[in-house]
């Protein structure tokens, strides 16, 4: 099966309004049928002092993410973005998933970062989200940041089903470290899946936005200094379960796998 990706990412400020502004100019560019991916916190703004949370802040949010459910209908386009979001007074770093077919599936990360806890609430799921992608139903998943340093989240996503791994991340300057390019290989290589990443542009990107193959190959990497937008098309077929059917389930058990 092969798969449009429209990789995307651009530079976030706290204020939503000029957040969503650049997210509709990215889908009105799009092709249809894509899968467009952007950064962490691109809608709602990301800092790591929280304070600019408010509670004026998630009605903008919810009223912005109505305007893009709308526009990814209008250009179909698939979304998957990054957002603080508010729910029954509580706080997550979220994942969401907006399908131009009419739904929307959310991910709460579920390992926060320190300057996040105590402000922000866990999500406790490590779901697997379908998306209708030309009538076939096509499972996939979502990362956000410092999950990249716990591979067993990745290998029971994989192990579940999903085809693809959306990792959204919010990092540079002094976080930059090569690191995290070899941690994403690495994921996508060891669960012989898709990683697709969306960081925020910057001079100092502390991580690639990029697509890695099942086989650790980099099939695109953006500039990470400039706002972009690149579609990529990647075929599904190099998925595979040779790796994860080899693991010792009779040591170490993270749970049973699901063909793709």
């Not at 996503?157 to 791994?165: A, C, P, Q, R, V």
């Not at 090569?178 to 969306?198: C, F, G, K, M, T």
């Not at 502390?206 to 690149?230: H, Q, T, W, Y």
């Amino acid at each position: 099966m092969k798969v449009n990706i429209a990789l995307s990412h651009f530079r976030p400020s706290l204020n939503v309004f000029e957040n969503s502004t650049k997210m509709l100019k990215l889908i009105s560019l799009a092709q249809e049928n894509d899968i467009l991916v952007m950064p962490e916190g691109c809608l709602s703004g990301y800092s790591h002092n929280l304070d600019f949370l408010c509670d004026t802040r998630d009605v903008d949010i919810e009223r912005a993410i109505l305007e893009l459910e709308k526009a990814a209908i209008k250009y179909k386009v698939h979304l998957i973005f990054g957002s603080l979001i508010k729910e029954q007074n509580r706080w997550f770093n979220a994942g969401i998933l907006i399908s131009f077919r009419g739904n929307k599936q959310i991910y709460k990360k579920v390992n926060l970062a320190m300057h996040e806890r105590g402000i922000l609430h866990k999500g406790n799921e490590l779901p697997v989200f379908c998306l209708d992608i030309n009538g076939r139903e096509m499972k996939v998943a979502v990362q956000l940041c410092r999950e990249i340093r716990f591979p067993e989240q990745w290998k029971f996503l994989s192990m579940n089903g999903s085809e693809i791994i959306f990792y959204l991340t919010n990092v540079s300057g002094s976080e930059k470290l090569p690191v995290w390019d070899s941690h994403l290989i690495s994921r996508a290589a060891e669960n012989q899946r898709y990683i697709v990443s969306s960081n925020i542009s910057h001079p100092e990107q502390g991580c690639s936005s990029m697509i890695v193959s099942p086989d650790g190959g980099i099939v695109k990497r953006l500039n990470g200094n400039e706002e972009a937008i690149e579609s990529i098309q990647i075929n599904l077929e190099s998925n595979s379960n040779w790796y994860l059917s080899q693991s010792r389930v009779d040591l170490v058990k993270v749970g049973k796998i699901v063909d793709v």
